[in-house]
């Protein structure tokens, strides 16, 4: 969930491209969910309590370490506001591959990273942004002819091994000291020895709950956020052959699919832009106001963006306009910016 961050990035805005690597070449194999956690309430008593603390942190290095050598299974969940939902479910197996899954509301975003190889990233993964929307993914198989691909691989020789700050358990104890911690409690919960400390923080007044079982960490409660972990699976699989289409083969056509959305939000900077300086001037917008944005912003874009397909800007009556072609379909997707009354309008030309 940490090591995908810069590739999920990269990825959306189109500037790596790779080749399909099968699934032997990254040693992955068949992977398989972890245990479950319990729970139980327990009441608090004045810090500190048999050292809680200290015997946190006792168990979070010997978490870590189980982690890594015996592969595992994080879920990270909250509500990020009072429409969405954030859920994270990572799987690292014992060679340092990880599988995440993260959902905020409705979109989600299917990584499986490669120790050493690169990343596969599910085409349904819609959170990355309007290149993996369902209709712009399928017009863009279809331009490649890889109607049945299920995956975009991105190569990485660098993509790091997961390693003690992958598994997340450090945030156990994140703003947690002897003098953050105005009470503290621990009680056994469950019917296999589980032992849940039950931490007030005092500039908040806030409630944390740390859940250790057989010596390891398996819950973290507090601050509208859940974590569990569950140790030892199964070594991961990557997509075959057949369900994976290579980046550099994909990342264009993906492009070109997306022209009209991509043309469409640049039109909308342009304008804000012109209004902007506009305003500032209290002045009027101009079509020369227009113009000189116009090719400014796409200047800009063409430079920094790294999409694969330019756009163009040429002058237009009372405006101008943007421009890219389709390389797949030879057709050229086109919107204009014009003045008529001193109101800025946009139409597809």
Do not use: C
């Amino acid at each position: 969930m940490y090591r995908t961050t810069l590739a999920t990035s990269l990825l959306a805005t189109a500037l790596l491209a790779g080749t399909v690597v099968p699934a032997q070449a990254a040693g992955l194999a068949t992977s398989a969910p972890a245990a479950g956690t319990e729970s139980a309430g327990n009441a608090a008593a004045r810090y500190p309590v048999a050292d809680a603390l200290a015997e946190i942190t006792g168990f979070l290095a010997d978490s870590q370490a189980a982690a890594l050598a015996e592969g595992f299974t994080t879920v990270i969940s909250f509500a990020s506001d009072s429409t969405q939902a954030f859920t994270s479910t990572t799987t690292v197996d014992r060679a340092g591959n990880e599988h995440s899954v993260t959902t905020v509301g409705r979109r989600s975003v299917d990584t499986l990273s490669a120790f050493g190889v690169g990343s596969w990233f599910g085409l349904n993964s819609d959170l990355l942004g309007p290149l993996f929307r369902p209709a712009v993914v399928k017009r863009a198989l279809q331009y490649v002819g890889r109607t049945g691909a299920s995956h975009i691989f991105m190569a990485d020789p660098l993509m790091p091994k997961a390693d003690a700050e992958t598994t997340g358990l450090a945030s156990a104890t994140d703003g947690l000291t002897t003098e953050t911690i105005a009470k503290a409690g621990k009680a056994a919960f469950g019917d296999s020895g589980g032992v849940r400390y039950r931490l007030v923080k005092t500039a908040t007044d806030g409630t944390v709950t740390i859940d250790v079982l057989g010596g390891r960490i398996v819950a973290v409660n507090g601050s509208g956020q859940t974590s569990t972990w569950g140790y030892g699976v199964e070594d991961l699989q990557a997509p075959g052959e057949a369900e994976t289409v290579s980046g550099d083969l994909l990342v264009p056509a993906l492009e070109a699919a997306a022209l009209p959305i991509t043309l469409k939000s640049q039109a909308r900077r342009i304008i804000k832009r012109v209004k902007a300086s506009a305003q500032k001037q209290n002045r009027t917008v101009s079509a020369a106001r227009i113009r000189h944005y116009t090719v400014a912003i796409v200047k800009k874009d063409n430079a920094n963006s790294g999409r694969v397909i330019p756009t163009r800007a040429k002058k237009a009556t009372n405006g101008a306009r943007i421009f890219a072609r389709n390389p797949y379909t030879n057709k050229m997707v086109a919107y204009k910016i014009v003045v008529v009354r001193g109101q800025v309008q946009l139409s597809r030309a």
